[in-house]
Structures are given as C-alpha cells and as structure tokens.
C-alpha cells in the first residue's frame, strides 16, 4: 500500500513538473526569444488557457502528499519553511504577472509584468531543482522526525547542510536550464514565425549544456549522497530511468535536427519525467533520508497515514484522478494546434 | 510575541486574506450560470445577448478574483505543514482527506472549465458553453464543501480514532463528509457567499444607474444582484442561521456563551443586543438586552436555561473573548440590515420603482463591503469560539504548531505576506475599478451569421 502511494505522490509531482514546466520554460526564455509585442502575446498565449490548471497538479500533489504521508508532510514542509515560503511568494508573483499583463495596455506596466514573470519563473525552476537535490541530499532529522534547514551555512554537504550548497546549487541549475528547454521547445510546438524560428535555435544551444550537467550530477550524486546507488543495484528496473534520460536526449537532438517539434518536445517530457522517476527510484523506500547523526531517515511505512485512510483514499482517489484526466486532455485538445498569428493574446 | 501567538496571527491572516476572494467567485459563479440559463433558454435575440454579454462581464471579474484566490490559496494549502507541522503530522490522515479530494475533484474542475468559459466561447456551441458556466460552479462550491468539512472537523471531530503513537485515524470515511456540522455550516457559509456575489452585482448595478451609464445592464445587475440577495439573505438568517447555533448551543457551549457573552448561566436567558463585554468583573458594560429571547431562539421556550461561562472551567474559555462577542454581533447586525435592505428593495423591484429610486441605489452601492465584513466576522466567530482548541475537545491549539520554527522566522514571513497582500489589494481595485467603469460592451446585431447570433463589436 505505501509503495503505490509513494509512486502516485512522485508520479502526481511528476506530472506537475512536466507540465508547468513548459510554462515556468516559456517564462525563462521569454525576453529573450520573444521580442516584439505580438511575439509576446502569442507566448503568454500558448500557456494563457492551460498555466492555471498545470499548477493544480501541485496543489493536488500537495494534498495527496498531506493525507497519505502526514508525517512527511508534517517533517518536510516546516523543515524546508524559508525556501517553501519563497516558492509561494515566487508563485503569487508569476501567476499575478501572466494575469495583469493580460489586463494591461500601458506599455510601461506590461515591460514590469514581462520582468516580474520572467524573474519568477526562472528563480522557480531553481528552487524546485535545489528542492529536490536537497530531499535527494538529506537533511539533518532530529530525533523528532523534524528539521530546520537554514538557507545556506558553509555551502558544503555534510551533517550540517543549508538549503543551498553546491550541490543544490547545481541541482538548481540543472533544473533550469532544462526547464528552459522545455519552454523552447513547447513555444516551437505551439507558434509560428520567428519566435518558432528563435525558440527552435536557441533550443540547440540549450540541448548540449542540459547534456553536460545531467553528466555532471552523476557522479555529484554519488559524492553527496554515497548510498543512493543502493537501491539501483537492488533493483535492476531502477535502471530504466537513466536509461530513458539518455534515450529522450537523444530523441529530441535527431527530432531537433529533422525540425519534428512534437516529438522533440514529446523528447523533453520524458527526459524530465525520467530524471524524477529516476530519483524516487533511487530514494525508494526512504522518503526523506537523514544526514544528521541524531534521527534515522524517514520511510515510506513510517510515513504512512491509517491503514483505514489509505484504503478508502485508493478508491476515491482513482476515481477523482481519471475525471481529472479527462478535463486535462479536454482542455488541451480543444486548444490545440498552433497559436493564431494575430493572436489577440491571452485578453479576455 | 510569543511563536504561537505569530503562527495563529499568520494563519489568521493569510486565510481571511485568501477567503475574501473564494466568497465572491463562488456567488458570482452561481449568478453567471444562472445569467447564461436564461440567455440561453429565451427566444428573444435582444436578451439573449444581453444576458450573455453580461454572463461575460462578470466572468471577466470572476478571472481576476479567480486568480488572485488561487495564489492566495496555495499558501493555506502549505501552510498546515509550515507552520502548523505538529497538527498536520497528527491529524493529516483525517483533514488531509478532504483538502486532498478538493484538489482532486474540484480544483481540476473548476480550472479546466474556468479556460472554457474565458477563451472558448467560439470553439464550442452555446450548449457546452453554458455546461462549462456550470461546471465551474460546480467546481467552486464543491471546493467549499471539502474545506468546510475540514473546518468542521476541527469544530466537531467525527468519525475518527487515535491510534497508539497518538496520530488520528479515519474510522468511516462517509461519517467524515456526513458530518452534521459540516452541512449546517455549508449551507451557511455559501448562502454568504452567495449574498456577497448578489451585492457586488447589484451595487455594480446600482453604479451604472447612478452614473447613467450602461443602464440597461446597470437594471439588469440589479434585478438578477437583488432576487438572489433577498433569497440568500433570508437563508443566512432562516433557516441556517439559526439551525447552525442552535446545535452549536449543544456541542459548544462555551463559544456560544462567549459569542452572547452570557457569563452566568440563566434560565430565561436574555439575549444581548449591544453592550461590551468586561471578561475581568464578568459582565457586560452598557448591555441592550431583550429578556427570554436567547433561550427562545436556542431551545424554542423562553424558560429555558442557557448555560453560560460560570459552568465552564475558566482554561477552556474561549481566549480572545471580546473579539468573539464582537465579531458575531457584527455578523447577526450586518445580517438582519442585508435582509432589510434587500427585502426594501425586492420590494420596489416588484413594484417597478427600483431602478428610479436614487434615495435606495446609494444605500446599495455603498454596502457593497459590508458582506465581505459579515463573511469574516462570521468565520472570526467560528475560529476564536473554537479557541483554546485546535480539534475541539481533543487538542490544544499550543499543541500544534511547528514547536521548531522560531517566532523570528514565523514574524519574517508574516511580513512578507503582509507586503505581498497588500500589493495584490492594489492590483485588485485597480483591475476591478477598470473593468468596472469600461463595463459590458454595448450589443452590436450581426447579421452575417445564422439568422439570430448576434456578436460584439
Ligand atoms: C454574509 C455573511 C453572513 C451573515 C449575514 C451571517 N453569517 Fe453567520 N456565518 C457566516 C456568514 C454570515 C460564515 C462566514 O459563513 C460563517 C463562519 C463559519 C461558517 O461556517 O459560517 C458563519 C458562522 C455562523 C455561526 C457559527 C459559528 C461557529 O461555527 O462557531 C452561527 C451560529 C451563525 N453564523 C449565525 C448567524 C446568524 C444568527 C446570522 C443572522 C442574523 C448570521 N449568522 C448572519
Ligand atoms: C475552512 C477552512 C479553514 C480551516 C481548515 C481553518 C483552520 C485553522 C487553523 C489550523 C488555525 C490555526 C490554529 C488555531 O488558531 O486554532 C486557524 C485559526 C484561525 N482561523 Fe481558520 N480555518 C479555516 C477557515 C477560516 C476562515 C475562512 C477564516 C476567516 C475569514 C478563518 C479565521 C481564522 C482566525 C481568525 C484564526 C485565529 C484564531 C486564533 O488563533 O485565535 N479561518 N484556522
Ligand atoms: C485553510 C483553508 C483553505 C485552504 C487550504 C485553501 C486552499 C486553496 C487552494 C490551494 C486554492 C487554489 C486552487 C486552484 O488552483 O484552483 C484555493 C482556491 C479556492 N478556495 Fe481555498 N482554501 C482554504 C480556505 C477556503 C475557504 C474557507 C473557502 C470557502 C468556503 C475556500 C474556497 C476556495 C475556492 C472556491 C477556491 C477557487 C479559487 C477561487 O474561486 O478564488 N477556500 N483554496
């Protein structure tokens, strides 16, 4: 039971990532490929009708995280509570942007809103991928099962860790230079013109450096967290994943290199959905390991709500996620296709 | 301070913050489907385009509090774990249920439809347009369900057991959502949301009258703003109102006695109609008082006895007293005036006077705030009665906060929250006052399409 729980938490935050990453994508590179003012309505365009319900994914994932992981819940959202809080702040922010600029005609106001969004979205992505380096690094637990991480200390891994080191930090960074290319290459998918033609070139460039530091965090990985091979060994399944990451990085240099946009940005999802399927695997089945030398990591059977709870909760669970399902894929056929040229922008 | 005082005055904060917006999309969602009903089920074109022209005005204004609800609401959702870590830890597996089938089943409802009803108008019939109007109230209102049946837990906890290592458990998921509790305080809380929605519509429409401009929306906001307020404004009082505190009166005595700020216990029980509350010599200053009353309106004889604060042990007494006694007169007040204003003005709207009767329209636009002012005493009402519990009965409100984030921390991000807000107020009355005074546009007849469509220009 807590096993399906885990991977329906890590598949729901999953899900969440691969979705708005393309919009917290199209925020990144948005200045810059976006240039002229109707180049940036088709932007905000392309996410306008489909940014808001990416962000349920992590509202629900959140949810299904509280009721089926208390104690995770509980230990990881106080522990982590200054960059959390920033994440929120960053998430009014963005989502305030794309809204008011739709509101705007005033071109001074509109420059502020495309700045606010950009900046957002991409200290965003930062923080999600130092986020989960920083889960995939440890945390000092106490023996109450709790923690507090300040925001950085002498940017070492180690028994006494910050929020950021460098390993975070290059987590931080992995995150969004491929969350940029993820927004590249969904803004290729759904426009047409020069920001196409922009969005297709500066994706080239971006592939090669997600390359390099998807490289790089191996052996990183292995050096902050020396025993997350582990449960790789133990499991040969686990390989799959870093087998994907190779395979969806090659998927989209040929899909790029033969302009298929859909399969290149088909490529993308998966590349990020196997980095993340590829560090729950090697978490699994801890769920937040510890690093301090008072408490012992926390376990999915640890963590787990009632029996009672988790039984009841499949059910209506299931049910409630396909009917999700069904609105998503409704939502995004009926808006699918290329943003118009003389898109009226995301106005209502 | 103290850090459990700042983590109640953080929550306290950022949830009345986030429920100004949630109370008006969930009345206005209710109004636009009912606008698009009626455009689409009349023969007249003329109508037809004035209801759907004005279903899309108030959706213009839905959006924008739409948005601001959802990034108000993400921290909420959060915050149990931030700040309120010990709680959430214990009783995760009960609360985090129904915030997790709100997620689940509404959220993706509410903002799939949401994108419908803003950008789809040309992409899908008229038919499937109003569904969409529909399934984004449907959408709004069952997200109240689900965080009223948490609140209600914590008011009332049902169907639960405490397991060994002192975590809570679900014993019957259907006696988590039947939760007598829940449904009072449902039926309550969205009949007042519905009179906020029915007083920013008419208030809007008493605007235009005022102004002279976009009259012939100005009379139809108020007409549509002034039937729902008459019939949520009778609700909220009748049957509610009443029914919520009269089990109230059962299952919490001791905010009931401080909301009537009864501090001895009377047979006849008087009911206090104004007066401030003096928790030191235990009496009420200056008191307007009607003698029977309160036993009347809780046990239906004017003999009965009410227990007041005297039988109650003085460490469960509601903390912030006071504040209590007042928030839920400001409440009953604001009650017993909306139902009086909009009964005058149901009235005059019957009579065919309404739409000239200045002397009424200026009362109208004005009380515009007051149901926001209502709608959080209300809820002040419901959380300091539940005071000094977090799950009424069973634990302490010092028993759950996050014991390890200091008050620095929890101050540092109070204020940050503070600034964010106010910020968002700004944008709020500016995109609103915008949209306001460009109001609804004009209805243009376009013949080019078949036969009876009309479009704006
Ligand atoms: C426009 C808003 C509004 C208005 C006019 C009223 N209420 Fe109310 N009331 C609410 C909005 C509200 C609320 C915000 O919806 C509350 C807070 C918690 C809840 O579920 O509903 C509430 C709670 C609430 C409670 C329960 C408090 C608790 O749960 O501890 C009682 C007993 C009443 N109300 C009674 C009344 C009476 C007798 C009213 C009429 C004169 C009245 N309310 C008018
Ligand atoms: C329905 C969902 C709600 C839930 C689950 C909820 C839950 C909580 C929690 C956990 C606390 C902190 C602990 C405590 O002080 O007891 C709290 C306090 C508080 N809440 Fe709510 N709340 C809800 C709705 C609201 C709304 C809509 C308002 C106001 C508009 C509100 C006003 C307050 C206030 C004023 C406090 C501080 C009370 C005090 O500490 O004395 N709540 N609530
Ligand atoms: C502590 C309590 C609360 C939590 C945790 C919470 C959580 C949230 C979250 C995460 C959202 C964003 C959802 C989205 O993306 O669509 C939201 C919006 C919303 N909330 Fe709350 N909320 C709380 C209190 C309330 C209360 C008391 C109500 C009303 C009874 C309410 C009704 C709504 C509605 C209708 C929305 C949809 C957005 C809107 O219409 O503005 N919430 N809430």
């Known amino acids: 039971m807590g096993t399906i729980w885990f991977w329906i938490v890590a598949a729901m935050l999953t899900l969440y990532v691969v979705l708005d990453g393309f919009d917290l994508g199209v925020g990144i590179v948005y200045l810059l490929v976006a240039r002229t003012e109707q180049d940036r309505r088709k932007a905000m365009h392309a996410i306008g009708p489909v940014w808001d319900g990416n962000e349920v994914w992590l509202i629900a994932g959140g949810g299904t995280l509280f009721f089926a992981f208390p104690l995770l819940y509980a230990s990881s959202f106080s522990g982590f509570y200054l960059p959390l809080t920033i994440v929120l702040w960053l998430l009014i922010v963005r989502g305030m942007s794309i809204e008011l600029r739709a509101h705007t005609h005033d071109s001074v106001f509109m420059s502020l809103f495309d700045a606010t969004f950009a900046f957002s979205s991409l200290v965003l992505a930062i923080f999600f991928g130092a986020a989960l380096a920083n889960v995939i690094r440890g945390v000092p637990l106490g023996a109450d099962d709790y923690f507090f991480l300040p925001l950085w200390t002498n940017w070492r891994t180690g028994p006494n860790p910050g929020i950021l080191d460098w390993y975070t930090v290059l987590g931080g960074l992995l995150a969004a230079v491929a969350i940029a290319m993820h927004g590249l290459l969904y803004l290729a998918l759904k426009t047409t013109g020069d920001l196409n033609t922009r969005s297709t070139a500066w994706a080239k460039k971006a592939l090669p450096v997600v390359a390099i530091l998807t490289l790089a965090s191996v052996p990183a990985t292995v050096i902050a967290r020396p025993d997350s091979l582990i449960h790789y060994q133990e499991h040969g399944v686990a390989w799959l994943a ?79 996620i396909l009917l999700a399902l069904i609105y998503t894929v409704t939502v995004y056929w009926l808006f699918r296709g290329k943003v118009p040229e003389h898109s009226e922008g995301y106005g209502h | 301070m103290d850090a459990l005082t700042l983590h109640r005055i953080h929550f306290a904060f950022t949830i009345t913050y986030h429920y100004l917006f949630p109370q008006l999309t969930m009345g206005l969602a209710l109004l636009i489907f009912i606008m698009k009903l009626i455009a689409l089920r009349t023969d007249d074109p003329a109508k037809r385009e004035r209801y759907d022209e004005a279903s899309r005005f108030w959706a213009r204004i839905f959006a924008v509090n739409f948005v601001i609800g959802v990034v108000t609401g993400i921290p909420m959702e959060f915050q149990f774990g931030t700040n309120w870590s010990e709680f959430s830890r214990r009783t995760g597996g009960v609360i985090g249920q129904p915030l997790a089938m709100e997620g689940v089943f509404s959220f993706f409802l509410e903002s799939a439809f949401l994108g419908l009803l803003l950008f789809g108008e040309k992409r899908i019939s008229r038919k499937l347009h109003t569904l969409a109007a529909f399934m984004v109230f449907l959408g709004s209102w069952i997200s109240g369900f689900f965080i009223i049946v948490t609140d209600a837990w914590m008011q009332h906890p049902v169907a639960y057991k405490i397991l060994p290592n002192g975590v809570y458990e679900v014993t019957s998921f259907w006696g988590l959502l039947m939760n007598p509790w829940a449904w009072l305080q449902y039926a309550h809380n969205m009949s007042g949301a519905v009179i906020t929605g029915a007083f920013v519509v008419a208030a809007t429409g008493a605007l235009y009258l005022l102004q002279r401009k976009h009259e012939e929306y100005g009379r139809l906001f108020l007409k549509v703003g002034v039937i729902a307020g008459i019939a949520s404004c009778v609700a909220q009082i009748f049957p509610t109102g009443d029914l919520h505190g009269k089990y109230m009166a059962r299952h919490q005595p001791a905010a009931v006695a401080g909301m009537e700020g009864l501090f001895h216990s009377t047979p006849g029980a008087p009911i206090v109609l104004m007066g401030q509350p003096d928790v030191e010599r235990q009496t009420i200053d200056n008191p307007l008082a009607v003698n029977k009353v309160l036993s009347f309106l809780i046990y239906g004889t004017t003999s009965a006895e009410v227990k007041g604060l005297d039988q109650i042990p003085q460490d469960q007494w ?5 504040l209590l006694f007042y928030s839920y007169h400001i409440m009953a007040g604001l009650g017993t005036y909306f139902a ?9 709207l019957w009579r065919g006077q309404l739409y000239n009767a200045r002397w009424l329209l200026w009362p109208i636009l004005l009380s515009f705030p007051l149901p926001y002012i209502a709608n959080t005493a209300g809820w002040m009402t419901a959380e300091l009665g539940r005071q000094p519990w977090l799950v009424y009965g069973l634990m302490r409100t010092s028993e759950g906060y996050s014991k390890h984030i200091g008050p620095g921390t929890s101050l540092f991000t109070l204020l940050g929250f503070l600034g964010m807000y106010s910020v968002l107020s700004i944008l709020w009355i500016v995109m609103v006052y915008t949209a306001i005074q460009k109001g609804p546009k004009a209805p243009v007849v376009d013949a080019g399409h078949d036969g009876h469509t009309l479009t704006t220009a």
Do not use: N, Q
Request: hydrophobic share 55%; proline share 6%.
């Open chain 1, 242 to 320: 870093p087998a994907m990451v190779v395979v969806s990085l090659v998927m989209i240099a040929i899909s790029l290199a033969r302009g298929w946009e859909w399969r290149a940005f088909l490529g993308s999802c998966t590349y990020l959905a196997s980095m993340l399927v590829g560090a729950a695997a090697g978490l699994y089945p801890v769920v937040l390991p510890s690093v301090g030398t008072e408490g012992k990591s926390i376990t999915i059977d640890e963590a787990l709500a009632g029996p009672h709870t988790v039984r009841v909760g499949l059910v209506w669970w299931t049910f409630g």
């Open chain 2, 318 to 322: 509601p903390s912030a007293l006071p």
């Open chain 2, 340 to 348: 009086g204003l909009m009964i005058i003005a149901g009235f005059l």
